[in-house]
């Protein structure tokens, strides 16, 4: 089993499918808190749902708000299972952190692709089956 | 990042859910800003106010946080998304005001002065040349930084929230001296006019300087309502939330200018209203006050509003603090604009109120009023306060 090593934003477990994608994502405006449906248009990932994956990201953008918006998808059970930034930044850091969702940065993440089973811990994405 | 003990047992939750969340928010952002320790602010500034844009996620959040959370220095609060006294008067739902008024519970709670405006160095939230702060909302934080001389980096309503409880932020980015470098020379050959020219300087300026520290030149006289326009202006269309304006702000006098030079003619001025400006004639909206209006801003709106009066079809709206509403009453400003048919939005602005579907097109003196109200759908048109109160009276843009 491949693992990655990174750095830890909000501790804990989570393992699930990975939905990963090069863009950055906005969770205010860009993702729809009571589905998860990302709805930015033009993103590589329009139309999908990041419930319950674990969503590989290079970082986020847009309006500080997006922090609740996270938020809000955890309390609707809309919420990923785990977020893996390249670098992360304040709105994906602060959302992770009162939601409660695992999140690492300064990971590979080319090396994990859509499909593949992810587990973090920690600070160590394991690849548990690619 | 290093913690000290006390800090160490605020994190581990010694005094209880919103310290340790809080610890969390700044421990996780010192580190990936590279901070070594967490400073202590002399204020807060907190963004995020208006239940339009928290939804009620945003007030769960911050019900859960005003359980124990009790902020530890002068804390003061960004506009919410309605007058706390007269949203009727500005024709907001009861559902909304409803939700309006329980984050604004929430706050109290936490010990947090209920100012409501982004302006809040004008009603007691005033730092020092010098002193760390934690603020949110980009146009304070860039008046803080440019035009007092005080250091903050631009909060969002979380992380400033956290600094409130803990008393502190991590001392990064705006807050140590070499990253408070200008790297950019604008200099400025254009003759500004009136004061929309300001507004107009300032997307010019973020333009120019995306993501940048300009070092002004070329400025001769600023006021306070000049640069807290010029402030909203520049860091909304792209700047970083700091300038330097040489004769004007303080350090530049001390700073080097940096080699890297644009300059602004007057066609930038006339091109930043091509940008900002829609082809429109109709106004059904007239809002003076983004930033928030000073008092010395609402005696110019009732001299030029006097005897008038306005058009049936049009709203005209003050947006101001409750304190310098305050201050107008006293002094009669108020009855004139109200006899004129002018409202008072105090509390709240045209950034944050509920207002997408409610209106066409939009007047104001506000580059960045124009830029938050085209995500509101509608038209914009930027001009002098004598084009706005002329838009007001005839219900048509007439330049």
């Given at each position: ?24 994502i ?10 998860g ?78 499909g ?15 | ?44 500034q ?53 939700k ?37 909302e ?9 035009v ?49 020219d ?85 106004i059904?909206?007239v ?77 104001t ?35």
């Amino acid at each position: 089993m491949e693992q990655l090593k990174g750095r830890v934003i909000y501790k804990g477990k989570g393992e699930g499918e990975a939905l990963t994608t090069s863009m950055p994502i906005s969770f205010y405006g860009g993702v729809d808190p009571n589905t998860g449906e990302v709805i930015e248009k033009g993103h590589e990932l329009q139309g999908k749902r990041v419930k319950g994956k674990i969503l590989v990201f290079p970082t986020g953008k847009g309006s500080t708000v997006g922090s609740y918006t996270l938020y809000r998808m955890k309390k609707n059970g809309t919420a990923p299972a785990g977020i893996i930034n390249k670098e992360c930044e304040t709105i994906v850091a602060v959302g992770a952190i009162i939601s409660e969702i695992p999140c690492i940065d300064k990971v590979d993440i080319a090396r994990i692709k859509t499909g593949d089973i992810v587990r973090i811990e920690d600070g160590t994405v394991t690849l548990v089956q690619d | 990042m290093n913690l000290t003990e006390k800090e160490q047992r605020m994190l581990d939750g010694e005094e209880g859910y919103a310290v340790r969340k809080s610890m969390e928010i700044l421990v996780a952002l010192g580190d990936i800003y590279g901070a070594e320790r967490l400073i202590k602010v002399g204020s807060v500034q907190v963004a995020g106010v208006s239940y339009h844009n928290l939804g009620d996620a945003g007030l769960e959040f911050l019900n859960e946080l005003a359980k124990d959370g009790r902020v530890k220095v002068l804390t003061t609060l960004n506009p919410a998304g309605m007058d706390l006294e007269n949203w009727r008067n500005l024709g907001i739902s009861e559902e909304f005001a409803q939700k309006q008024n329980m984050v604004i519970e929430a706050f109290e709670k936490m010990g947090i002065l209920v100012s409501c405006t982004c302006t809040p160095y004008l009603i007691g939230n005033l730092p020092r040349y010098g002193e760390h702060v934690a603020w949110s909302e980009s146009s304070a934080v860039t008046f803080a930084n440019s035009v007092i001389g005080a250091r903050t980096n631009r909060e969002g309503g979380p992380s400033a929230l956290a600094a409130a409880f803990v008393g502190k932020t991590p001392c990064y980015g705006l807050h140590l001296d070499e990253n408070r470098v200008p790297d950019i020379h604008v200099k400025v050959n254009a003759d500004l006019t009136k004061f929309s020219d300001w507004g107009a300087l300032g997307y010019a300026i973020g333009k120019k300087a995306e993501n940048k520290i300009p070092y002004i030149t070329g400025i001769d006289e600023a006021g306070l309502d000049e640069l807290k326009s010029f402030c909203a202006s520049v860091v909304t269309y792209g700047a970083k939330p700091l300038f330097y304006m040489k004769g004007i702000t303080p350090g530049a006098e001390t700073c080097q200018v940096p080699k890297d030079t644009v300059e602004v003619e007057q066609s930038d001025i006339r091109e930043a209203y091509d940008n900002i400006n829609d082809e429109v004639t109709d106004i059904d909206f007239v809002c003076v006050g983004c930033p928030h209006c000073s008092i010395k801003e609402i005696a110019e709106i009732a001299e030029l509003l006097r005897g008038k009066r306005v058009a049936e079809n049009t709203e005209f709206w003050v947006a101001t603090s409750r304190s310098a509403k305050q201050l107008a009453d006293k002094r009669g400003y108020t009855q004139v604009i109200e006899r004129a048919g002018g409202k008072f939005a105090c509390d709240t602005c045209m950034a944050v109120a509920p207002l997408k579907g409610r209106f066409k097109a939009l007047a104001t003196t506000s580059a960045k009023g124009c830029f938050y109200s085209r995500q509101n759908n509608m038209k914009t048109k930027m001009g002098s306060l004598e084009e706005c109160i002329m838009a007001a009276v005839t219900g048509k843009w007439s330049s």
